[in-house]
Every structure is written in C-alpha cells, then in structure tokens.
C-alpha cells in the first residue's frame, strides 16, 4: 500500500522535529532539507553535500507568517518582488532572526523562500519553521533535475526520503535569487 501523502509529511516533520535530515521535494529541485534552527542539523547538510560552510544555504517557508517570524523588517519592495514573481524566487534579507548561525552567510544574511508547491508547502506549513532547501547532491556536481538523478550516496546519508513525487519526471530548475537590502535597493543574484 502506497504511503498519504499526510503519513509522509507526518513521518518527515518527526525525523526533522529530531534533528533529523530529510530529502524532499520543493517547488524547483529535490532538496537536502533540515530545521534551520538547529546548527547540528545544519552542520550534516554540509558534511553529506560536501561543501564548504562558508557558502550560504536557502530556507524555505510555507507562508508569509512563517517569513515574518524569521525576518525583521521586510522592505516593502521585497513584498512586490513575491507577488509578481510568477517562477520560485529567493529573496536574501539581511537581519534574519532565530536561525542557526551555520545557515545564514558570512555577512548575517539568509535567503528565503516562500514556496507555493503543494508538497514542500504543506511539508513547511505542518512543521512551522524554516526549512533548509539546498540541491540534493555533492558539492560541485550537477544539479538533479528529478529524484532519479540523485546520487545513491546522497539518499543514503539522509534520514528520511519523502515518497512524494518520486516519480515527477518533469525536469526542475533553481530558483531565482535577488538580495534586498534595508534601504529597499534590490540586487539580482541569480
């Protein structure tokens, strides 16, 4: 019998309330996801990608509430910026707050992401804090574009792998990045 789709965000919020790393779909690639409050969670996603700690890691959120927590001071531009984004977009704000040190970059700032796919939404909103989303592979090779091309070693390091959309074979990409700054001046990254 195939696993609900509310069993599997139940059993990936639970290995993540743990500490746990999860693999999971988003609203662009299958990602490497942890509680991005928890710095020893953090830390893992470093260690099973490869990467150098010093390169900043995008969280996740499923709602605008769940941003507000996590960010002081939203510039007013940002807001425009995600009611017109009609793909995935990353905003990086520079005061995040209550987040593991480990996940911001050397300058204090996070990029967030307020995904409106029904997985990856319902998996942030059932868990109710910011989720880590980096690319599901080692550092330095290719992106997956679908759950069939992640690297063995990549699900096997996770502690738990979401059912969910397995067998998606649309290819995804990335999302786009744009830093705002305080003073509302944006920067496209990506």
Same mark, same amino acid.
């Given at each position: 019998?195939?696993?609900?789709?509310?069993?599997? +965000?139940? $059993?990936?919020?639970?290995?993540?309330?743990?500490?746990?790393? %999860?693999?999971?779909?988003?609203?662009?690639?299958?990602?490497?996801?942890?509680?991005?409050?928890?710095?020893? =969670?953090?830390?893992? %996603?470093?260690? +099973?990608?490869?990467?150098?700690?010093?390169?900043?890691?995008?969280? /996740?959120?499923?709602?605008?509430?769940? /941003?507000?927590?996590?960010?002081?001071?939203?510039?007013?531009?940002?807001?425009?910026?995600?009611? =017109?984004?009609? $793909?995935?977009?990353?905003?990086?704000?520079?005061?995040?707050?209550? %987040?593991?040190?480990?996940?911001?970059?050397?300058?204090?700032?996070?990029?967030?992401?307020?995904?409106?796919?029904? !997985?990856?939404?319902?998996?942030?909103?059932?868990?109710?804090?910011?989720?880590?989303?980096?690319?599901?592979? +080692?550092?330095?090779?290719?992106?997956?574009?679908?759950?069939?091309?992640?690297?063995?070693?990549?699900?096997?390091?996770?502690?738990? !792998?979401?059912?969910?959309?397995?067998?998606?074979? $649309?290819?995804?990409?990335?999302?786009?990045? +744009?830093?705002?700054?305080?003073?509302?001046?944006?920067?496209?990254?990506?």
């Amino acid at each position: 019998m195939a696993l609900s789709l509310q069993d599997d +965000i139940r $059993n990936a919020v639970e290995v993540l309330r743990n500490g746990g790393v %999860i693999l999971y779909p988003t609203d662009t690639v299958w990602g490497l996801g942890c509680d991005a409050t928890r710095p020893e =969670a953090v830390k893992r %996603i470093f260690e +099973i990608k490869k990467r150098a700690d010093s390169k900043a890691l995008i969280l /996740l959120v499923g709602n605008e509430g769940t /941003l507000q927590r996590y960010v002081n001071d939203i510039p007013e531009v940002a807001w425009e910026l995600i009611e =017109a984004a009609v $793909n995935p977009l990353t905003i990086i704000y520079d005061h995040p707050t209550g %987040i593991a040190p480990e996940a911001t970059a050397p300058d204090g700032s996070a990029g967030f992401r307020i995904t409106s796919e029904t !997985v990856s939404q319902r998996l942030c909103n059932a868990f109710r804090k910011p989720l880590i989303s980096t690319s599901a592979n +080692i550092s330095g090779k290719p992106t997956p574009r679908f759950f069939a091309e992640i690297d063995p070693a990549v699900i096997e390091a996770v502690d738990y !792998v979401m059912a969910a959309r397995r067998d998606d074979s $649309n290819p995804a990409s990335p999302s786009s990045i +744009i830093k705002v700054s305080d003073g509302g001046l944006f920067k496209i990254i990506r």
